[in-house]
């Protein structure tokens, strides 16, 4: 009796273990496809500069375009656009548009784990300890994929409190 009251146990267990976001496999990719987040966007092929920003109006930042037929599907899934922000010459964020299709999402279930649902912002989150990657519906007809590096993000707000030490140290 014990012995099968601790393997209903054990079973019960490992299906909540599966239902689990999968954070080893969304930090072994680091990106999409071959574009790896942190790597310099000048290795990006088809990559080009499409205009200089400002991430949360303060970091100054570049937006890039990729057109590259590596990238144009997931799958049997057509992507509409692929950009990159970047800074200081490193991929940050990658942004990638598909045509909404329900399968998309099967298969990020399938190789990430389930989601977790953000009700303000109506968007499905995968998160790891060096990147996060966001789902949303984008309009009617697109879905957007987001792909966010951590450590180019805390770079940024580093920089940004070295700015303001100059400016200290400058009194």
């Given amino acids: 009796m014990f012995s099968r009251t601790l393997f209903t146990l054990l079973f019960l267990l490992s299906q909540l273990a599966c239902l689990a976001q999968d954070d080893s496999e969304l930090a072994k990719r680091?990106?999409?496809k071959d574009i790896i987040l942190g790597m310099p966007v000048d290795s990006v092929v088809g990559s080009k500069f499409k205009k200089d920003i400002l991430e949360k109006n303060e970091f100054p930042a570049?937006?890039?375009e990729v057109d590259n037929p590596n990238y144009k599907n997931i799958g049997e899934v057509k992507v509409k656009k692929l950009e990159l922000k970047s800074y200081k010459g490193l991929v940050y964020q990658i942004d990638v548009i598909t045509?909404?299709?329900t399968r998309l999402m099967k298969g990020m279930e399938r190789l990430y784990g389930k989601p977790k649902y953000i009700l303000p912002t109506d968007s499905y989150n995968w998160?790891?300890?060096?990147?996060?990657?966001?789902?949303?519906?984008?309009?009617?007809?697109?879905?957007?994929?987001?792909?966010?590096?951590?450590?180019?993000?805390?770079?940024?707000?580093?920089d940004k409190g070295k700015k303001i030490d100059d400016i200290a140290d400058d009194f």
């Fill in 30 to 32: 680091n990106g999409f």
């Fill in 62 to 64: 570049a937006l890039y």
């Fill in 99 to 101: 045509h909404k299709d």
């Fill in 127 to 158: 998160t790891a300890d060096s990147l996060s990657l966001t789902f949303k519906d984008h309009s009617k007809r697109e879905i957007k994929l987001t792909y966010r590096s951590y450590p180019v993000l805390m770079q940024m707000r580093i």
